[in-house]
């Protein structure tokens, strides 16, 4: 077996922050005594991720993913346990993994505001030893593949969010790197947008065997590249598997969609499952899989229905009950 | 390959400051400082209470004010930013260490800062007509080298204080008390000559009057330029050189990456 890409062995990153009570006395408190408290942001979190694969990394806000995705870059130290990306430790900046590695950051931005898109290029492609030319290449498919070719001479400041974050994936892309982590890559874009950047990661993955880790609050970024999917909650590790395991394990349920010839009362369907939505014309339950069949059979015969359907509930509501439960 | 990525950088960081440059003029104007204390030990001079003439005192406060152009500094305020936006994070990730970042930034202003002191200098040269004489390749060339050196030894210690981001939550004013032994000790108020002798010889192992005394006094000629002061001024720049990697070390360990 190929050595891993990344390896996370017990990572754990502990916080001190200080705390302090709102108004004068409090701040008078603060300023003599300062108080803090020690925030556990990730607990012995171990995985492995092969060379060339593609990992969804989900968790609700402050769950510890960004504390993860940061110690697997090297720009904090863990307080315990071991990081390893292409087999170097990453906190001690080796310019050989640096040159094979990358962190796009949906929140954030390293182009250079005030100037054109190709100045950050261009500083990317000295800082990383690649010959202009050769950069000019890459550039070109790139830009291609995320269409925008256009915009490449325009200040940054002048670009959309969409086109911004598609040069600020460019940028980060330059010196094609084999491990890329990915923080919300698609934060606040729009659905065109979000499209071209996964048709964009994929392709890359499949022309590079790069190797993804990615976080994203937008479930069809993860049902679209990722196959395997990490799970934390609280710093620790909840979940390790296929995606279609996640749905398995954490959903014993499928979600039943009527729609109906008169409308109901809400109340009238609690007996056959958990009502998500009702009230209209339109119904949709989750109902246990034990009990799918016999709840549909008795739907059929107690409603005119127009329609009804039964589908894998969606992969939000699986991930949502996961969070709420908080424990395997 | 450095020098590539530093050419690279300063030409980027040029434009950049050209985006900036109604700030950047009006950040020079608020330098003119020397000029004020130009006119009032010109005026003691008329009055015959000083040892030089009032042409002098021009010619000197001109050379101050050069030298302090070329020793500005905001590497304290840029770092301290970077820690606390967490854009540190970016340069972190790259394989060049963020220092090279940041002297790229000062070195792009300079040229942007060059051709507005060529102006300046111009006017001074009309309206004091003989205050500004040639004082010859070898003066220039020393004060010149003497500049550059107390621009590293400003830069460090703006970036050791920057550094200090990782401990505090804003380390940049701790900059001010540099600035403020600058001003009484650098020969920014007075030239160092008028000074006690005590006071002088104390002074001489210490940075401030080779930042811009030393170079002031081979432009302007008005005392013997000390070139001990080279030696003293490479030694401090090697002290804080030092510091600012010690901080670096030390200081990423803190480093929590917050907002990034």
């Known amino acids: 077996m190929a050595a891993p890409a990344v390896l996370a062995e017990q990572l754990s990153k502990t916080f001190l922050v200080a705390e302090k009570d709102p108004g004068f006395a409090g701040t008078l408190r603060h300023f003599v005594r300062r108080r803090y408290r020690r925030i556990e942001a990730v607990r012995g979190v171990s995985f492995e991720i092969a060379p060339g694969e593609v990992v969804g990394f989900l968790g609700p806000n402050g769950a510890g993913k960004t504390t993860t995705l940061k110690m697997l870059t090297g720009l904090v130290q863990p307080t315990s346990g071991r990081a390893r990306v292409l087999g170097r430790d990453p906190y001690r900046r080796e310019a050989a993994l640096l040159r094979n590695l990358t962190l796009v950051m949906g929140n ?37 593949l995320l269409e925008i070719e256009g915009v490449l001479r325009q200040p940054v400041r002048k670009l959309s969010l969409g086109e911004r974050m598609k040069a600020e994936l460019l940028a980060s892309l330059l010196h094609r790197p084999r491990v890329l982590f990915l923080d919300e890559p698609t934060l606040g874009l729009d659905v065109n947008a979000q499209l071209a950047v996964r048709r964009f990661l994929k392709a ?37 598997g296929p995606l279609g395991g996640l749905v398995e394990r954490f959903a014993p349920f499928k979600e039943v969609r009527l729609v109906l010839a008169r409308p109901a009362a809400a109340a009238t369907f609690a007996r056959y499952g958990e009502v998500e939505e009702a009230g209209g014309l339109r119904v949709r339950l989750l109902v246990e899989k034990e009990r ?37 | 390959m450095l020098l590539a990525k530093v050419r690279t950088l300063l030409a980027v960081h040029f434009a950049y400051m050209l985006e900036y440059r109604a700030e950047i003029f009006f950040w020079i104007l608020g330098g003119l400082a020397p000029f004020f204390f130009m006119a009032a030990w010109s005026e003691a001079a008329r009055q015959g209470y000083t040892p030089y003439s009032p042409l002098e005192y021009a010619r000197y406060f001109f050379a101050v004010f050069v030298a302090r152009q070329l020793a500005i500094v905001w590497a304290n305020w840029t770092f301290s930013d ?40 111009a006017v001074f040269a009309a309206l004091f007509p003989g205050a500004l004489v040639w004082p010859g390749w070898g003066a220039l060339a020393l004060g010149l080298a003497a500049s550059a050196l107390a621009f590293l030894l400003s830069f460090f210690v703006a970036y050791s204080v920057g550094l200090l ?17 600058v001003l009484f000790f650098s020969g920014m108020l007075a030239p160092l000559s008028l000074y006690p002798e005590a006071v002088q010889r104390v ?15 081979y432009w302007s000629g008005l005392e013997p330029a000390d070139a001990r002061g080279f030696a003293v001024l490479l030694v401090w720049t090697l002290v804080f050189f030092a510091v600012t990697r010690l901080l670096w070390r030390l200081g990423r360990r803190r480093y929590s990456a917050m907002g990034a």
């Open chain 1, 108 to 144: 954030k931005q390293q182009l250079i505001w005030d100037l054109p898109v190709l100045d950050t290029l261009r500083v990317n492609a000295a800082v990383y030893e690649i010959p202009w030319a050769e950069a000019e290449r890459r550039t070109a498919e790139l830009a291609e």
């Open chain 1, 204 to 240: 890359y993955r499949e022309r590079y065997g790069a190797t993804l880790l990615l976080t994203s609050h937008y479930m069809a970024d993860i049902e679209a590249l990722a196959e395997r999917v990490i799970v934390i909650h609280e710093g620790r590790l909840l979940y390790d």
């Open chain 1, 292 to 328: 799918l069949t016999a709840v549909v059979a008795e739907l059929l015969a107690n409603f005119e229905l127009r329609d009804l359907s039964v589908d894998e509930p969606p992969l939000e509501e699986v991930i949502g009950r996961v969070f709420a439960k908080g424990a395997v």
């Open chain 2, 82 to 121: 970077w820690v606390r936006s967490g854009k540190l994070s970016f340069y972190l990730l790259q394989p060049l260490d963020p220092m090279w970042r940041l002297l790229a930034d000062h070195l792009g202003e300079r040229g942007v800062r060059f051709p507005v002191l060529a102006v300046i200098g």
């Open chain 2, 165 to 181: 981001a990782f401990w505090l939550e804003d380390a940049t004013e701790i900059f001010e008390l540099w600035y403020v032994l």
């Open chain 2, 203 to 217: 002074l001489l192992w210490t940075p401030f009057p080779h930042l811009v005394y030393l170079p002031a006094s």
